[in-house]
C-alpha cells in the first residue's frame, strides 16, 4: 500500500468519531480532500460503519458491479399467522424470501450480499442510487441485463420491489417504498445534498457477463486490464458536482470479484480522495503500476517487470508490486524469484495468501480444468503449503474422475490440516467412486464429526451404507441429510425404497412424489439455462462484430505517450 | 389403532390459527403451511385433549347434518392422516 493510501486508512479510523459528532465537513469528490475514507475487505462493514457513525435518513450512492441488495428472511414464519384474510396469507407467502417456514434454517444473517436492506430498513439510508459499471449496458443501449434481474427479484418478492420503470436510461423503482435509481456512471444525476459514497474495487475490473470466461483479456484474467481507472470515476463524479464527507471503499477480492493483482486499485482511489492530486512518490507509483498492468496486458513481460520493480523500489512496503512481479516472473520462467516475490508479498500484507489469489476457482466454474490446474499449480510452486491450492488441485482432478490423483492430493491436504472438513468429505466421496466404502464411512463420518449440519455428507454416508446392504443406517443418514437441508432426486428416490422396503407405503409415496418434482424443476432450469446460454451466444457474436472491445483499447492508451 | 374411544390432542409444536373458516397450521419441521378445509378446520378444533373420536364424529354429524356413517367415515379417514403427518396425538383409554 503507498504512503497516501495507508494514511487515508489511518485518517479514517481516527476520524469516524468526528462523523459521529456531525462536525466532518462534505467535500466536492474529486476536487477536495475528503478526510473520511474507510477501505474494508468485506462490503457489509460499510453498513456496520454508517451505524456507528450515526447516520440518517442519508442519500447513498453505491458503485459497484453488484447491487448489494437482497432482502433479509426477517420474519418468524409464525408471523403468518397474523393475516387477517386467506387473500393476505396469499399475498404474504408469495414474498418467498422473507419466509423461512422451516426453523431449521437460521435467519440469514447480513452479508456483502445483502447490507444495504437493513440500512435502508433502519433509516440510514433514505434513497439509494446503484451505479452499475457501463459493461452492463447492451448492444442497443439499454441496460437490459440489470432490468431482467430487477424483474426476477420483483417475482419473488412483489410487494417489496415496484414501480420498475425506465426512463432516460435511468431505472427507477420503489424497494419496500422508498426510491431506488440504477444506472450507468454518466447518468448519476447531479445530486443537491452530501451523499454516503460506497464503491467496490470490483467495479473498475467488471467484464460483460457474455465476456466472463472468454473476456476482453483473452482466457488470460492475468491480463485482464480496468475498463475504468481511479482518477477517470473520480473526474467522471466530479462532474456531477457529487459531495461528500464520509466514503467506504470495498476491496471484495474474497469471493474472487475483484482480481487480487488489482487489490491496489482500491487504495489508490482512498490515497486520490484524500489527496485529489496525488503527491510524489505515490503520483510515480501509480503511474509505474499502471505501465506495468499495460505492459502485462500487451505480453511485454520485461518491461512489465521493470516497470514494477520501479513501483517497488519506490514503495518498499507494498505488497501489491511484489504479487504482481511473482506472476510476472512466474510466467518467464523464473519459479525461484517468482516464489521469492510472493514470499515478501505475504509478509508484507498476509492477505496475499489467500484462497483467491490465483483464477484457478474462476477456470473450475467454466470447467476449464486445465486452466484451474495451471493456476493452482503456480500457487503450489510458490507456496507448497498452500491448503487452498492444494485442495483446488484436488477437486479439479475430482472433476475430471482422476480418482488416484485427487485422492493423493487430498490425503496431502489432510497431512498438513487434519481437520478440514471439506478435504475430509470429498477424501469420502472419492474413496465412494472408487468402490471402498468401509473408508469412505469412515472418512465421511470424520467430516459429520467436523462439520454436522451439512446435509451432502449425511447423503453420501447414506450412499455408502445403501451400498453396503445396511438398510436401517442408510435411512438413517438419509433422514438426517433431509433435516439438514439437502435436497436431490436419488436421496429422496433411495429413501422410498427403504420405506416402501419397510412396508411404509404412505411415507414411500411421499419420498417418490418429492424426487419427481424435484426432477421436473431441474429439467426446467436446464432448459432455461440452454434457452439463455444459445441466447448469449448470439448476442456475443453480435458484440464482436461491433468490435468495441477495440474501441475501449482505443479510450486511453498511456503506452502511446509513454 | 383408531377406535371411537381414541382420545387426541393436537401437537404442541404446530402453531394454527382459523382464517375465514379454514385452520391454516405451519409445520415447522416439515417446512409447510397446511390448509384445512371448514370441515377439517371443525375438526381440528374439536381436538382438545378431552373429546374422543366419538364425540368429534357426533359434532361433525350435527353441525354439517351429514348421516353418522358417513361423518364416522370422513373423520376416521381424516384423523388418520393428521396422524401420519403428526398433527395430532392419540391415545386410548382404558
Known sequence: MSSAARS??????????????????????????????????????????????????RILVHIDSHMDWDWLREHDPRDLLQAQTLTELDAMLKEQRRWTLSLRDRLDPIHIGNYIQPALREGIVREFYWVFPDVAISRTGEPSG??????????????????????????????????????????????????LLDIDTDFFTAEPTEYVGTGRSGHDRWRQLPWIWPEELLVALRSKELRTEFVTIAYSVEGGFTPLSYKYLGDELAARLLHPVLPEPDQSISAHKRMGAWYRHFGFLEQAIAEFKA???????????????????????????????????????????????????????????????????????????????RLGLAESWTQQEHWEQ?????????????????????????????????????????????????????????????????????????????????????????????????????????????????????MLVFLLTVARAVRRKFSREFHDAHGWHQALQERSDPLADH | MLTDGTRLSKNEVIPWRIIEGQAILIDLEEGEVVRLNPVGAEIWSAIDGTRTVEDIVNRIGYTFEVSQRKAKRDVHRFIKSLLRHKLVHAWSVG
Open chain 1, 8 to 57: 487515508a486508512t489511518a485518517v479514517a479510523a481516527s476520524s469516524v468519531q468526528a462523523s459521529v459528532l456531525g462536525k466532518a465537513e462534505d467535500s466536492l469528490v474529486g476536487a477536495r480532500s475528503i478526510g473520511n475514507v474507510l477501505t474494508m475487505e468485506d462490503h457489509d462493514d460499510a453498513y456496520y460503519a454508517w451505524r456507528q457513525c450515526g447516520f440518517r435518513e
Open chain 1, 146 to 195: 440489470i432490468l431482467r434481474m430487477l424483474r426476477r427479484m420483483m417475482r419473488v418478492n412483489p410487494s417489496g420491489l415496484r414501480n420498475l420503470r425506465l426512463r432516460d436510461r435511468r431505472i427507477h423503482f420503489e424497494i419496500d417504498g422508498q426510491p431506488v435509481t440504477a444506472c450507468t456512471l454518466a447518468n448519476l444525476p447531479r445530486l443537491s445534498e452530501p451523499v
Open chain 1, 311 to 389: 513501483a517497488a523500489a519506490l514503495a518498499p512496503e507494498d505488497a501489491s508490486c511484489r504479487f504482481n512481479l511473482a506472476y510476472l516472473h512466474d510466467e518467464q520462467g523464473a519459479y525461484e524469484e517468482a516464489g521469492a516475490c510472493y514470499q515478501h508479498a505475504v509478509r508484507l500484507d498476509p492477505a496475499y495468501a489467500t484462497a483467491y489469489n490465483n483464477f484457478g476457482q474462476n477456470f473450475q466454474f467454466l470447467s476449464l480444468l486445465d486452466r484451474a490446474q495451471a493456476e493452482y499449480e503456480r500457487i503450489l510452486r510458490w507456496d507448497p503449503q498452500h491448503v487452498d491450492a
Open chain 1, 406 to 522: 485427487a485422492q493423493w492430493q487430498y490425503q496431502a491436504v489432510l497431512d498438513s490440516c487434519p481437520d478440514h472438513p471439506d478435504a475430509n468429505r470429498e477424501l469420502g466421496r472419492v474413496y465412494m467412486e472408487r468402490g471402498l466404502w468401509e473408508k469412505a464411512i469412515l472418512q465421511l463420518k470424520r467430516a459429520i464429526v467436523l462439520e454436522p449440519a451439512e446435509g451432502s455428507t449425511h447423503a453420501r454416508l447414506g450412499h455408502a451404507y445403501y451400498a453396503l446392504d445396511q438398510w436401517n443406517e442408510a435411512m438413517e443418514a438419509y433422514q438426517a441429510s433431509v433435516r439438514y437441508g439437502f435436497r436431490s432426486v436419488s436421496l429422496y428416490l433411495r429413501l422410498g425404497g427403504l420405506y416402501l422396503g419397510k412396508r411404509a407405503l404412505y411415507k414411500a409415496w411421499r419420498q417418490y412424489r418429492k424426487g419427481v418434482r424435484l426432477a421436473g424443476r431441474i
